[in-house]
């Protein structure tokens, strides 16, 4: 089945260190996007790409760094220089052929100790 | 720039209840619109969408109709249930260019038996 995967659902870290969410998907689309998402809240983009090897900052760019180096994947590195990093990070890829619709994956829960 | 409002939760209704969530739309161009549903700890899910003037988009007894005179694409169901209470967001994307998504802020449904 296509989809998009996060792993790992559960992510733990102490305060300084760098952390790296990982997103893949198998659905051949070429934009994918990661939000953010704190408790009760809507969604804030924090960085999309469009094409392989190229993104561009979103909303909330700071402190978080990506790569698409290929198609099927686009991870996130939170780092240290992120004030407020525990919250619920979501990664999603579209399409044109469908309308631009956003295929979400399940989220990553980080917390930071 | 684009923008979404949608209304201000949290919505209460009672199991069968009529539901409304009303979503209005600033966008250039002729914007395709979607609604979402995210469930506790889950990404979110396409509820339904229209890509043009006039479209309706209906899924799960949910139906939304673009009304571009209005700027509006409101959600509605005529008898909720349990397992609808769920947070919804309306999004828009605009035809022309990159595929940038905006969001509404979310409202949150509870359905109570």
């Not at chain 1, 952390?19 to 689309?29: A, F």
């Not at chain 2, 549903?37 to 799960?60: F, I, M, R």
Request: aromatic content about 12%; overall charge negative; charged content about 20%.
């Amino acid at each position: 089945d296509g989809g998009i995967t996060q792993s790992p659902k559960y992510l733990f870290r102490k305060e300084g260190q760098n952390v790296t969410l990982s997103c893949e998907q198998n659905l051949n689309h070429d934009a994918m996007y990661w939000y953010r998402q704190d408790p009760g809240q809507g969604l804030r983009l924090i960085y999309y790409s469009q094409i392989v090897n190229d993104f561009q900052k979103g909303d909330i760019a700071e402190g978080y760094s990506v790569s698409r180096e290929k198609k099927e994947s686009f991870p996130l590195t939170v780092t240290s220089a992120q004030k407020n990093p525990t919250a619920f990070y979501l990664c999603a890829s579209s399409s044109r052929d469908t309308d631009n619709e956003q295929f979400f994956g399940p989220g990553t829960r980080l917390t930071v100790l | 720039g684009n923008s979404v409002t949608q209304m201000e939760g949290p919505v209460t209704l009672s199991e069968e209840a009529f539901l409304t969530i009303n979503c209005t739309y600033t966008a250039t161009g002729y914007p395709s619109l979607f609604w979402y549903v995210q469930y506790p700890g889950e990404g979110l899910q396409l509820l339904l969408k229209a890509t043009k003037a006039d479209d309706k988009g209906s899924n799960k007894g949910f139906e939304a109709t673009y009304r571009k005179e209005t700027t509006s694409f409101h959600l509605e169901k005529g008898s909720v249930q349990v397992s609808d209470s769920a947070v919804y967001f309306c999004a828009l994307v605009d035809s022309g260019g990159y595929q940038k998504v905006t969001f509404g802020t979310g409202t949150k449904l509870q359905v109570i038996p």
